[in-house]
Protein backbone atom coordinates (compact mmCIF):
# COMPACT_ATOMS: atom_id res chain seq x y z
CA UNK A 1 0.00 0.00 0.00
CA UNK A 2 2.60 2.63 1.08
CA UNK A 3 5.19 1.09 -1.55
CA UNK A 4 2.58 1.65 -4.48
CA UNK A 5 1.85 4.69 -2.88
CA UNK A 6 5.04 5.90 -3.33
CA UNK A 7 5.72 4.49 -6.63
CA UNK A 8 2.78 6.61 -7.71
CA UNK A 9 4.46 9.58 -6.12
CA UNK A 10 7.32 9.18 -7.99
CA UNK A 11 6.06 8.36 -10.84
CA UNK A 12 4.11 11.79 -10.82
CA UNK A 13 6.55 13.60 -10.12
CA UNK A 14 9.12 12.17 -12.77
CA UNK A 15 6.55 12.83 -15.12
CA UNK A 16 5.98 16.69 -14.58
CA UNK A 17 10.05 17.32 -14.92
CA UNK A 18 9.83 15.97 -18.03
CA UNK A 19 6.61 17.62 -18.84
CA UNK A 20 8.26 20.87 -18.22
CA UNK A 21 11.24 19.54 -19.94
CA UNK A 22 9.49 19.00 -22.91
CA UNK A 23 7.38 22.37 -22.63
CA UNK A 24 10.96 24.57 -22.25
CA UNK A 25 12.31 22.32 -25.43
CA UNK A 26 9.36 22.35 -27.33
CA UNK A 27 8.73 26.39 -26.76
CA UNK A 28 12.46 27.16 -26.64
CA UNK A 29 12.89 25.27 -30.53
CA UNK A 30 10.15 27.77 -31.92
CA UNK A 31 11.88 30.35 -30.57
CA UNK A 32 15.03 29.76 -31.75
CA UNK A 33 14.26 31.39 -34.82
CA UNK A 34 13.78 34.27 -33.02
CA UNK A 35 16.54 34.19 -31.02
CA UNK A 36 18.98 34.19 -33.87
CA UNK A 37 17.45 36.93 -35.29
CA UNK A 38 16.78 39.54 -32.68
CA UNK A 39 19.12 38.17 -30.17
CA UNK A 40 19.14 39.95 -26.75
CA UNK A 41 17.94 43.33 -27.94
CA UNK A 42 14.55 41.61 -28.06
CA UNK A 43 14.87 41.37 -24.37
CA UNK A 44 16.26 45.62 -24.26
CA UNK A 45 13.90 46.50 -26.80
CA UNK A 46 10.54 48.70 -26.68
CA UNK A 47 9.15 48.59 -29.92
CA UNK A 48 6.41 45.84 -30.93
CA UNK A 49 5.75 46.52 -34.97
CA UNK A 50 4.50 43.77 -37.22
CA UNK A 51 4.94 45.90 -39.99
CA UNK A 52 8.53 46.89 -39.43
CA UNK A 53 9.16 43.34 -38.42
CA UNK A 54 10.96 45.02 -35.35
CA UNK A 55 10.40 43.22 -32.32
CA UNK A 56 10.73 43.68 -27.59
CA UNK A 57 9.33 43.09 -24.94
CA UNK A 58 11.00 45.26 -22.42
CA UNK A 59 8.08 47.41 -21.48
CA UNK A 60 5.80 44.07 -20.74
CA UNK A 61 8.74 42.50 -18.75
CA UNK A 62 8.25 45.76 -16.80
CA UNK A 63 4.58 45.55 -16.76
CA UNK A 64 4.56 41.72 -15.78
CA UNK A 65 7.09 42.52 -12.57
CA UNK A 66 5.62 45.52 -11.76
CA UNK A 67 2.25 44.40 -11.81
CA UNK A 68 3.39 40.83 -10.18
CA UNK A 69 4.85 42.75 -7.45
CA UNK A 70 2.03 44.99 -6.63
CA UNK A 71 0.01 42.19 -6.51
CA UNK A 72 2.05 40.67 -4.19
CA UNK A 73 2.64 43.06 -2.01
CA UNK A 74 -0.78 43.35 -1.41
CA UNK A 75 -2.09 40.41 -1.51
CA UNK A 76 1.11 38.94 0.02
CA UNK A 77 0.08 41.92 3.22
CA UNK A 78 -3.66 40.97 3.73
CA UNK A 79 -3.14 37.47 2.95
CA UNK A 80 -0.89 37.05 5.72
CA UNK A 81 -3.15 39.07 7.36
CA UNK A 82 -5.99 36.64 6.44
CA UNK A 83 -4.23 33.69 7.88
CA UNK A 84 -3.52 35.50 11.10
CA UNK A 85 -6.98 36.17 11.47
CA UNK A 86 -8.48 32.78 10.72
CA UNK A 87 -5.23 30.85 13.18
CA UNK A 88 -4.80 33.03 16.55
CA UNK A 89 -8.01 32.23 18.05
CA UNK A 90 -9.84 36.00 16.77
CA UNK A 91 -12.55 33.99 15.55
CA UNK A 92 -14.77 31.27 16.42
CA UNK A 93 -13.14 28.00 14.86
CA UNK A 94 -16.34 26.95 13.19
CA UNK A 95 -17.08 30.32 11.95
CA UNK A 96 -13.01 30.65 10.82
CA UNK A 97 -13.60 27.29 8.63
CA UNK A 98 -16.28 29.25 6.88
CA UNK A 99 -14.19 32.03 6.58
CA UNK A 100 -11.53 29.67 5.02
CA UNK A 101 -13.99 28.26 2.28
CA UNK A 102 -15.20 31.28 1.24
CA UNK A 103 -11.63 32.78 0.45
CA UNK A 104 -10.60 29.06 -1.06
CA UNK A 105 -13.94 29.84 -2.95
CA UNK A 106 -12.05 32.67 -4.61
CA UNK A 107 -9.78 30.63 -6.70
CA UNK A 108 -12.42 29.01 -8.21
CA UNK A 109 -13.65 31.79 -10.33
CA UNK A 110 -12.54 31.60 -13.91
CA UNK A 111 -9.80 34.56 -14.52
CA UNK A 112 -12.31 36.16 -17.60
CA UNK A 113 -15.11 36.83 -14.66
CA UNK A 114 -12.22 38.86 -12.77
CA UNK A 115 -11.77 40.52 -16.03
CA UNK A 116 -15.57 41.86 -16.28
CA UNK A 117 -15.77 42.59 -12.37
CA UNK A 118 -12.38 44.69 -13.02
CA UNK A 119 -13.88 46.54 -16.15
CA UNK A 120 -17.49 47.30 -14.67
CA UNK A 121 -16.88 47.32 -11.22
CA UNK A 122 -13.37 48.19 -10.35
CA UNK A 123 -12.18 50.37 -12.85
CA UNK A 124 -15.00 52.90 -12.58
CA UNK A 125 -14.46 52.58 -8.59
CA UNK A 126 -11.05 53.16 -8.83
CA UNK A 127 -11.65 56.09 -11.27
CA UNK A 128 -12.32 59.19 -8.47
CA UNK A 129 -9.93 57.98 -6.49
CA UNK A 130 -7.60 58.07 -8.81
CA UNK A 131 -7.88 61.24 -10.16
CA UNK A 132 -8.09 63.05 -6.67
CA UNK A 133 -4.50 61.27 -5.77
CA UNK A 134 -3.27 62.55 -9.61
CA UNK A 135 -4.71 65.84 -8.95
CA UNK A 136 -3.49 66.47 -5.17
CA UNK A 137 -0.67 64.52 -5.71
CA UNK A 138 0.45 64.17 -9.11
CA UNK A 139 4.24 65.07 -8.47
CA UNK A 140 4.62 61.67 -6.82
CA UNK A 141 5.65 59.47 -9.88
CA UNK A 142 3.09 56.62 -9.12
CA UNK A 143 0.62 59.22 -9.35
CA UNK A 144 2.10 60.54 -12.52
CA UNK A 145 -0.94 60.17 -14.65
CA UNK A 146 -4.61 59.89 -14.80
CA UNK A 147 -6.93 56.60 -14.96
CA UNK A 148 -8.52 56.56 -18.25
CA UNK A 149 -9.59 52.76 -17.97
CA UNK A 150 -7.94 50.06 -18.22
CA UNK A 151 -4.36 50.45 -16.35
CA UNK A 152 -2.16 48.88 -13.73
CA UNK A 153 -3.47 49.36 -11.21
CA UNK A 154 -7.23 47.72 -11.49
CA UNK A 155 -5.09 44.96 -13.25
CA UNK A 156 -2.66 44.92 -10.12
CA UNK A 157 -5.99 44.79 -7.58
CA UNK A 158 -7.27 42.07 -9.19
CA UNK A 159 -4.23 40.07 -9.36
CA UNK A 160 -3.45 40.70 -5.73
CA UNK A 161 -7.49 39.36 -5.42
CA UNK A 162 -6.90 36.36 -7.41
CA UNK A 163 -3.15 35.65 -5.60
CA UNK A 164 -4.84 35.76 -2.28
CA UNK A 165 -6.20 32.21 -1.62
CA UNK A 166 -3.36 30.69 -2.72
CA UNK A 167 -0.86 32.85 -0.19
CA UNK A 168 -3.75 32.73 2.68
CA UNK A 169 -4.78 29.31 2.51
CA UNK A 170 -0.81 28.01 2.32
CA UNK A 171 -0.05 30.68 5.29
CA UNK A 172 -3.00 29.15 7.71
CA UNK A 173 -1.74 25.56 6.85
CA UNK A 174 1.68 26.68 7.75
CA UNK A 175 0.48 28.43 10.99
CA UNK A 176 -1.84 25.85 11.99
CA UNK A 177 0.96 23.16 11.84
CA UNK A 178 2.98 25.19 14.58
CA UNK A 179 1.96 22.73 17.93
CA UNK A 180 0.12 24.07 20.53
CA UNK A 181 3.50 24.26 22.72
CA UNK A 182 4.86 26.76 20.89
CA UNK A 183 2.46 29.04 21.36
CA UNK A 184 2.12 27.86 25.18
CA UNK A 185 5.66 29.07 25.39
CA UNK A 186 5.50 32.30 23.72
CA UNK A 187 2.30 33.12 26.56
CA UNK A 188 4.73 31.41 29.32
CA UNK A 189 7.22 33.98 28.91
CA UNK A 190 4.92 37.03 29.03
CA UNK A 191 4.01 37.44 25.71
CA UNK A 192 0.94 39.53 24.69
CA UNK A 193 -1.10 38.53 21.67
CA UNK A 194 0.54 40.62 19.40
CA UNK A 195 3.92 39.65 20.05
CA UNK A 196 3.36 35.98 20.41
CA UNK A 197 2.35 36.42 17.23
CA UNK A 198 4.68 38.80 15.14
CA UNK A 199 7.80 37.12 17.39
CA UNK A 200 7.04 33.26 17.69
CA UNK A 201 4.06 32.19 15.46
CA UNK A 202 5.43 33.96 12.11
CA UNK A 203 8.45 33.54 12.45
CA UNK A 204 8.26 30.23 12.93
CA UNK A 205 5.75 29.51 10.32
CA UNK A 206 7.94 31.20 8.04
CA UNK A 207 9.19 28.87 5.48
CA UNK A 208 5.69 28.30 5.06
CA UNK A 209 4.37 31.70 4.38
CA UNK A 210 7.72 32.15 1.85
CA UNK A 211 6.67 29.57 0.01
CA UNK A 212 3.44 30.73 -0.21
CA UNK A 213 4.53 34.39 -1.18
CA UNK A 214 6.63 32.53 -3.68
CA UNK A 215 3.71 30.33 -5.08
CA UNK A 216 1.65 33.50 -5.09
CA UNK A 217 4.13 35.35 -7.46
CA UNK A 218 4.52 32.67 -9.36
CA UNK A 219 0.94 32.43 -9.78
CA UNK A 220 0.95 36.44 -10.72
CA UNK A 221 3.60 36.32 -13.35
CA UNK A 222 1.32 33.97 -15.27
CA UNK A 223 -2.24 35.18 -14.97
CA UNK A 224 -3.37 36.12 -18.57
CA UNK A 225 -6.60 36.99 -19.27
CA UNK A 226 -8.09 39.27 -16.17
CA UNK A 227 -4.52 41.01 -17.21
CA UNK A 228 -4.97 41.01 -20.93
CA UNK A 229 -8.83 42.70 -20.15
CA UNK A 230 -7.48 45.14 -17.43
CA UNK A 231 -4.16 46.02 -18.51
CA UNK A 232 -4.71 48.21 -21.16
CA UNK A 233 -2.06 46.48 -23.88
CA UNK A 234 0.02 49.64 -23.94
CA UNK A 235 4.04 49.60 -24.79
CA UNK A 236 5.21 51.84 -22.69
CA UNK A 237 7.43 51.54 -19.31
CA UNK A 238 5.42 53.94 -16.72
CA UNK A 239 5.90 54.43 -12.82
CA UNK A 240 2.36 55.32 -12.49
CA UNK A 241 0.02 53.35 -11.21
CA UNK A 242 -2.60 55.09 -13.28
CA UNK A 243 -0.88 54.37 -16.83
CA UNK A 244 -2.06 51.48 -18.94
CA UNK A 245 0.73 48.83 -19.77
CA UNK A 246 1.44 45.31 -20.92
CA UNK A 247 2.43 42.20 -19.30
CA UNK A 248 4.00 38.95 -21.63
CA UNK A 249 1.07 36.79 -20.76
CA UNK A 250 -1.72 39.55 -21.79
CA UNK A 251 0.65 39.85 -24.89
CA UNK A 252 0.70 36.52 -25.71
CA UNK A 253 -3.08 36.09 -25.32
CA UNK A 254 -3.76 39.27 -27.49
CA UNK A 255 -1.24 38.71 -29.99
CA UNK A 256 -1.52 34.62 -30.87
CA UNK A 257 -5.38 34.54 -32.70
CA UNK A 258 -4.41 37.27 -35.64
CA UNK A 259 -0.72 36.71 -35.86
CA UNK A 260 1.29 35.95 -39.02
CA UNK A 261 4.41 33.37 -39.03
CA UNK A 262 6.87 36.22 -38.35
CA UNK A 263 5.03 37.63 -35.18
CA UNK A 264 4.33 34.02 -33.75
CA UNK A 265 8.50 32.95 -33.47
CA UNK A 266 8.72 36.95 -32.18
CA UNK A 267 5.92 35.46 -29.60
CA UNK A 268 7.61 32.08 -28.91
CA UNK A 269 10.44 34.45 -27.70
CA UNK A 270 8.08 36.07 -25.34
CA UNK A 271 6.44 33.02 -24.31
CA UNK A 272 10.18 31.30 -23.29
CA UNK A 273 11.01 34.48 -21.60
CA UNK A 274 7.91 34.47 -19.38
CA UNK A 275 8.62 31.11 -18.92
CA UNK A 276 12.58 31.91 -17.70
CA UNK A 277 11.19 34.34 -15.41
CA UNK A 278 9.14 32.54 -13.97
CA UNK A 279 11.44 29.65 -13.12
CA UNK A 280 13.83 32.10 -12.06
CA UNK A 281 11.49 32.96 -9.47
CA UNK A 282 10.60 29.94 -8.04
CA UNK A 283 14.02 28.68 -7.82
CA UNK A 284 15.29 32.10 -6.16
CA UNK A 285 12.03 31.34 -3.68
CA UNK A 286 12.84 28.11 -3.49
CA UNK A 287 16.73 29.03 -2.27
CA UNK A 288 15.55 31.40 0.22
CA UNK A 289 13.20 29.16 1.30
CA UNK A 290 15.52 26.79 2.17
CA UNK A 291 18.02 29.49 3.59
CA UNK A 292 15.29 30.54 5.99
CA UNK A 293 14.51 26.73 6.91
CA UNK A 294 18.11 26.35 7.92
CA UNK A 295 18.17 29.39 9.53
CA UNK A 296 14.79 28.57 11.31
CA UNK A 297 14.23 25.00 12.10
CA UNK A 298 16.30 21.77 13.02
CA UNK A 299 18.45 19.67 10.42
CA UNK A 300 16.28 16.60 10.35
CA UNK B 1 0.79 49.69 32.49
CA UNK B 2 -0.14 50.96 36.27
CA UNK B 3 -0.32 46.79 36.56
CA UNK B 4 2.78 46.70 35.71
CA UNK B 5 4.21 48.52 38.72
CA UNK B 6 2.04 47.50 40.90
CA UNK B 7 3.30 44.41 40.41
CA UNK B 8 6.98 45.71 40.65
CA UNK B 9 6.35 47.66 43.71
CA UNK B 10 4.83 44.79 45.05
CA UNK B 11 7.88 42.50 44.69
CA UNK B 12 10.46 44.86 45.20
CA UNK B 13 8.85 46.11 48.46
CA UNK B 14 7.93 42.75 49.76
CA UNK B 15 11.48 40.99 48.66
CA UNK B 16 13.77 41.94 52.06
CA UNK B 17 10.99 40.55 54.30
CA UNK B 18 9.89 37.93 51.81
CA UNK B 19 11.33 35.26 53.87
CA UNK B 20 8.61 32.48 54.21
CA UNK B 21 5.66 33.00 51.24
CA UNK B 22 5.88 33.89 47.77
CA UNK B 23 3.02 33.26 46.35
CA UNK B 24 -0.24 32.04 48.05
CA UNK B 25 -2.95 29.78 45.94
CA UNK B 26 -6.47 30.60 47.68
CA UNK B 27 -8.19 28.70 45.16
CA UNK B 28 -12.01 28.08 45.62
CA UNK B 29 -13.65 26.62 42.70
CA UNK B 30 -11.76 25.51 39.33
CA UNK B 31 -13.50 25.18 36.52
CA UNK B 32 -13.49 23.68 32.65
CA UNK B 33 -16.94 24.82 31.63
CA UNK B 34 -19.00 22.84 33.90
CA UNK B 35 -16.61 20.38 34.88
CA UNK B 36 -15.55 21.22 38.43
CA UNK B 37 -12.05 20.20 38.11
CA UNK B 38 -10.15 21.71 41.40
CA UNK B 39 -12.02 22.55 44.82
CA UNK B 40 -10.71 24.09 48.06
CA UNK B 41 -7.28 23.77 48.21
CA UNK B 42 -4.52 26.08 49.94
CA UNK B 43 -1.11 26.06 48.62
CA UNK B 44 1.14 28.20 49.89
CA UNK B 45 4.68 28.39 47.69
CA UNK B 46 8.00 29.22 49.91
CA UNK B 47 10.54 31.76 49.12
CA UNK B 48 13.98 29.76 48.08
CA UNK B 49 12.21 26.07 48.08
CA UNK B 50 10.65 23.87 46.23
CA UNK B 51 7.53 22.72 46.31
CA UNK B 52 6.59 19.30 44.78
CA UNK B 53 2.83 18.68 43.65
CA UNK B 54 2.10 14.77 43.77
CA UNK B 55 -1.09 13.07 43.04
CA UNK B 56 -2.78 10.71 40.61
CA UNK B 57 -3.46 11.67 37.18
CA UNK B 58 -6.14 14.24 36.44
CA UNK B 59 -6.02 15.40 40.31
CA UNK B 60 -5.50 18.78 38.96
CA UNK B 61 -1.62 19.20 39.66
CA UNK B 62 -1.07 21.22 36.33
CA UNK B 63 -4.36 22.86 36.71
CA UNK B 64 -3.38 24.39 40.14
CA UNK B 65 0.18 25.34 38.73
CA UNK B 66 -0.63 27.22 35.69
CA UNK B 67 -3.25 29.02 37.71
CA UNK B 68 -0.14 30.71 39.44
CA UNK B 69 0.73 32.56 37.04
CA UNK B 70 -2.51 32.25 34.77
CA UNK B 71 -1.65 29.94 31.97
CA UNK B 72 -4.85 28.52 31.83
CA UNK B 73 -6.13 32.18 30.65
CA UNK B 74 -5.55 30.63 27.32
CA UNK B 75 -8.42 28.46 27.57
CA UNK B 76 -11.46 29.96 26.87
CA UNK B 77 -13.66 27.74 29.14
CA UNK B 78 -10.94 27.90 32.38
CA UNK B 79 -12.69 29.65 34.88
CA UNK B 80 -11.32 30.52 38.20
CA UNK B 81 -12.78 31.45 41.64
CA UNK B 82 -10.43 32.31 44.91
CA UNK B 83 -7.33 34.00 44.82
CA UNK B 84 -3.82 33.70 44.16
CA UNK B 85 -1.73 36.28 46.20
CA UNK B 86 1.85 36.97 44.95
CA UNK B 87 3.74 39.11 47.83
CA UNK B 88 0.17 40.57 48.66
CA UNK B 89 -1.19 41.00 45.43
CA UNK B 90 -3.83 39.24 43.97
CA UNK B 91 -3.30 38.33 40.35
CA UNK B 92 -6.46 37.30 39.16
CA UNK B 93 -7.55 40.94 40.20
CA UNK B 94 -9.16 42.74 37.33
CA UNK B 95 -6.26 45.15 37.23
CA UNK B 96 -3.48 42.98 36.78
CA UNK B 97 -2.03 42.55 33.14
CA UNK B 98 -1.36 38.30 33.16
CA UNK B 99 1.01 39.44 30.56
CA UNK B 100 3.18 40.97 33.23
CA UNK B 101 2.30 38.18 36.02
CA UNK B 102 4.19 35.45 33.48
CA UNK B 103 7.11 37.54 33.38
CA UNK B 104 7.21 37.64 37.22
CA UNK B 105 6.34 33.94 37.60
CA UNK B 106 8.04 31.98 34.83
CA UNK B 107 7.41 28.20 33.60
CA UNK B 108 8.99 25.11 32.24
CA UNK B 109 6.66 22.86 30.30
CA UNK B 110 6.26 19.12 29.97
CA UNK B 111 7.37 18.70 26.29
CA UNK B 112 10.58 20.65 25.69
CA UNK B 113 9.38 24.06 23.71
CA UNK B 114 12.13 25.59 22.59
CA UNK B 115 11.32 28.44 19.42
CA UNK B 116 12.15 27.84 16.04
CA UNK B 117 14.97 30.41 16.72
CA UNK B 118 18.78 29.85 17.05
CA UNK B 119 19.90 29.02 20.56
CA UNK B 120 21.26 32.36 21.20
CA UNK B 121 18.02 33.90 20.29
CA UNK B 122 15.87 31.51 22.39
CA UNK B 123 17.47 32.43 25.63
CA UNK B 124 17.39 36.21 24.76
CA UNK B 125 13.85 35.99 23.89
CA UNK B 126 12.26 37.53 27.53
CA UNK B 127 15.21 39.89 27.76
CA UNK B 128 14.47 41.53 24.69
CA UNK B 129 10.93 40.99 25.20
CA UNK B 130 11.61 43.08 27.92
CA UNK B 131 13.13 45.79 26.44
CA UNK B 132 16.42 44.83 28.63
CA UNK B 133 19.40 47.41 26.90
CA UNK B 134 22.29 45.82 28.71
CA UNK B 135 25.35 43.70 28.05
CA UNK B 136 22.85 40.70 26.37
CA UNK B 137 25.61 38.11 25.36
CA UNK B 138 26.38 38.07 29.31
CA UNK B 139 23.29 37.52 30.49
CA UNK B 140 22.52 34.65 27.93
CA UNK B 141 25.91 33.29 28.81
CA UNK B 142 24.68 33.41 32.43
CA UNK B 143 21.38 32.13 31.53
CA UNK B 144 23.19 28.96 30.00
CA UNK B 145 25.68 28.86 32.81
CA UNK B 146 22.51 28.76 35.21
CA UNK B 147 20.68 25.73 33.18
CA UNK B 148 23.69 23.62 33.26
CA UNK B 149 24.02 23.87 29.38
CA UNK B 150 26.70 25.92 28.56
CA UNK B 151 29.47 23.57 27.64
CA UNK B 152 27.17 21.88 25.22
CA UNK B 153 26.24 24.45 23.44
CA UNK B 154 29.08 27.35 23.61
CA UNK B 155 30.34 26.89 20.29
CA UNK B 156 27.14 26.49 18.69
CA UNK B 157 24.73 29.41 19.50
CA UNK B 158 24.26 30.48 16.36
CA UNK B 159 22.74 26.30 16.04
CA UNK B 160 18.71 26.16 15.79
CA UNK B 161 17.16 25.78 19.51
CA UNK B 162 15.44 22.43 17.88
CA UNK B 163 19.03 20.90 16.64
CA UNK B 164 19.40 20.14 20.12
CA UNK B 165 18.64 16.17 21.99
CA UNK B 166 15.48 16.28 24.61
CA UNK B 167 17.09 16.71 27.87
CA UNK B 168 19.65 19.48 26.00
CA UNK B 169 16.34 21.39 24.55
CA UNK B 170 14.63 20.84 28.13
CA UNK B 171 17.42 22.47 29.61
CA UNK B 172 17.57 25.69 26.83
CA UNK B 173 13.71 26.15 28.18
CA UNK B 174 15.18 26.72 31.72
CA UNK B 175 17.84 28.96 30.29
CA UNK B 176 15.25 30.89 28.69
CA UNK B 177 12.62 30.71 31.73
CA UNK B 178 15.63 32.30 33.56
CA UNK B 179 17.31 34.96 31.35
CA UNK B 180 14.83 37.64 32.70
CA UNK B 181 15.28 36.28 36.37
CA UNK B 182 11.48 35.90 37.30
CA UNK B 183 11.08 35.37 41.05
CA UNK B 184 9.76 32.28 40.77
CA UNK B 185 10.02 29.15 38.44
CA UNK B 186 7.05 26.61 37.86
CA UNK B 187 7.71 23.25 36.39
CA UNK B 188 5.10 20.99 35.28
CA UNK B 189 6.77 17.80 34.94
CA UNK B 190 9.66 19.07 33.26
CA UNK B 191 11.33 15.44 33.42
CA UNK B 192 8.96 13.68 31.74
CA UNK B 193 10.04 13.59 28.49
CA UNK B 194 14.02 12.86 29.57
CA UNK B 195 15.79 10.05 30.07
CA UNK B 196 17.20 8.97 33.56
CA UNK B 197 20.22 10.99 32.98
CA UNK B 198 19.17 14.00 31.53
CA UNK B 199 16.79 14.00 34.06
CA UNK B 200 19.52 13.48 36.91
CA UNK B 201 21.20 16.87 35.26
CA UNK B 202 17.49 18.50 35.51
CA UNK B 203 17.21 18.04 39.03
CA UNK B 204 20.32 18.81 40.33
CA UNK B 205 19.53 22.25 38.38
CA UNK B 206 16.74 23.17 40.17
CA UNK B 207 18.48 22.39 43.68
CA UNK B 208 21.26 24.95 42.26
CA UNK B 209 18.49 27.54 41.36
CA UNK B 210 16.61 27.47 44.27
CA UNK B 211 18.82 29.47 46.03
CA UNK B 212 17.78 32.31 43.94
CA UNK B 213 14.43 31.56 42.90
CA UNK B 214 11.19 29.78 44.42
CA UNK B 215 10.13 26.43 42.64
CA UNK B 216 6.81 24.98 42.11
CA UNK B 217 7.24 21.32 40.69
CA UNK B 218 4.98 18.77 39.11
CA UNK B 219 5.95 15.62 39.38
CA UNK B 220 4.71 12.15 39.05
CA UNK B 221 7.65 10.33 39.55
CA UNK B 222 7.63 9.98 44.12
CA UNK B 223 11.56 9.54 43.87
CA UNK B 224 11.93 12.41 42.33
CA UNK B 225 9.52 14.74 44.42
CA UNK B 226 11.69 12.83 47.46
CA UNK B 227 14.83 14.03 45.97
CA UNK B 228 13.99 17.44 45.26
CA UNK B 229 11.26 18.73 46.73
CA UNK B 230 11.61 20.36 50.36
CA UNK B 231 7.83 20.64 51.10
CA UNK B 232 5.25 18.47 49.20
CA UNK B 233 1.73 18.82 48.41
CA UNK B 234 -0.43 16.04 47.85
CA UNK B 235 -3.75 16.28 46.02
CA UNK B 236 -6.28 13.76 45.64
CA UNK B 237 -9.42 13.28 43.38
CA UNK B 238 -12.90 12.80 45.27
CA UNK B 239 -15.54 11.18 43.40
CA UNK B 240 -18.17 11.16 45.64
CA UNK B 241 -20.42 13.43 43.44
CA UNK B 242 -20.47 11.55 40.75
CA UNK B 243 -17.53 13.63 39.20
CA UNK B 244 -13.79 13.35 39.93
CA UNK B 245 -12.71 17.01 41.33
CA UNK B 246 -9.47 17.17 42.51
CA UNK B 247 -8.71 18.80 45.77
CA UNK B 248 -5.56 18.95 48.32
CA UNK B 249 -5.19 16.50 50.38
CA UNK B 250 -2.29 17.28 52.30
CA UNK B 251 0.76 19.35 52.68
CA UNK B 252 3.78 19.66 54.63
CA UNK B 253 7.34 18.75 54.72
CA UNK B 254 8.23 16.25 51.90
CA UNK B 255 9.88 13.73 54.78
CA UNK B 256 7.00 14.24 56.45
CA UNK B 257 4.25 13.80 53.64
CA UNK B 258 6.27 10.38 52.68
CA UNK B 259 7.05 8.87 56.35
CA UNK B 260 4.17 10.07 58.25
CA UNK B 261 1.60 11.54 56.58
CA UNK B 262 -1.73 12.45 58.13
CA UNK B 263 -4.15 11.21 55.98
CA UNK B 264 -4.79 7.54 54.88
CA UNK B 265 -5.39 8.58 51.46
CA UNK B 266 -1.74 9.98 51.41
CA UNK B 267 -0.58 7.38 53.12
CA UNK B 268 -2.00 4.82 50.47
CA UNK B 269 -0.61 6.72 47.68
CA UNK B 270 2.67 7.43 48.83
CA UNK B 271 3.30 3.84 49.64
CA UNK B 272 2.36 2.98 45.93
CA UNK B 273 -1.02 1.51 47.22
CA UNK B 274 -3.00 3.38 44.56
CA UNK B 275 -2.65 5.39 41.72
N1 LIG C 1 -8.22 22.16 28.75
C1 LIG C 1 -9.03 21.41 29.47
N2 LIG C 1 -10.34 21.34 29.15
C2 LIG C 1 -11.17 20.57 29.88
N3 LIG C 1 -10.83 19.85 30.93
C3 LIG C 1 -9.53 19.87 31.29
C4 LIG C 1 -8.57 20.65 30.60
N4 LIG C 1 -7.38 20.48 31.16
C5 LIG C 1 -7.58 19.63 32.20
N5 LIG C 1 -8.88 19.27 32.28
C6 LIG C 1 -9.47 18.36 33.28
O1 LIG C 1 -9.16 18.85 34.55
C7 LIG C 1 -8.78 17.80 35.40
C8 LIG C 1 -7.41 18.07 36.00
O2 LIG C 1 -6.48 18.04 34.93
P1 LIG C 1 -4.94 18.31 35.15
O3 LIG C 1 -4.31 18.31 33.81
O4 LIG C 1 -4.78 19.51 35.97
O5 LIG C 1 -4.51 17.02 35.95
P2 LIG C 1 -3.05 16.54 36.37
O6 LIG C 1 -3.12 16.26 37.82
O7 LIG C 1 -2.02 17.48 35.90
O8 LIG C 1 -2.96 15.18 35.58
P3 LIG C 1 -1.67 14.49 34.95
O9 LIG C 1 -0.91 13.94 36.09
O10 LIG C 1 -2.24 13.42 34.08
O11 LIG C 1 -0.93 15.53 34.20
C9 LIG C 1 -8.84 16.53 34.60
O12 LIG C 1 -10.05 15.86 34.90
C10 LIG C 1 -8.84 17.00 33.19
O13 LIG C 1 -9.61 16.14 32.38
MG1 LIG D 1 -0.45 17.43 34.41
Redesign the pocket.
Known sequence: MDRGFRGIAWASAAFILVLVVYIIFEIGGKALPAMSQYGLGFLTSTTWNVQTEQFGILPQIWGTLYSSLLALILGGVFGIAIAIFLTQDFLHSGLAAVFRTIIEMLAAIPSVVFGLWGIYVLIPLLRPVADWLHGSLGFVPFFGTSLSGPGLAPAALVLAIMILPTVASISVDSLRQIPYKVKEAAYGMGTTRWEAILKVMLPTASSGILAALVLGFGRALGETMALAMLIGNANQISLSLFAPANTLAALLASSFPEAGPVEVRALMYAALALLAITLIVNAVGLAVMKFATRKFEAER | MNAHSEMKVAAEVAAPASLGIVMNCQLEKVF??D?L??RNSVVPIEKNKITGFI????????????SLNRMNDL?P??RFEGKVTYHGQDIYDKKVDPVVVRRYIGMVF?QPNPFAMSIYDNVAFGLRLNGFKGDMDERVEKALHGAAIWNEVKDKLKNSGLSLSGGQQQRLCIARAIATEPDVLLM??PCSALDPIATRRVEELMIELKEKYTIAL?T?NMQQAMRVADTTAF?GVDISQGS?T?YLVEMGPTKKIFEEPEQQLTREYVRGEFS
Open positions: YGFAVGPSGCGKSTVLRIIFQDEVHFRG
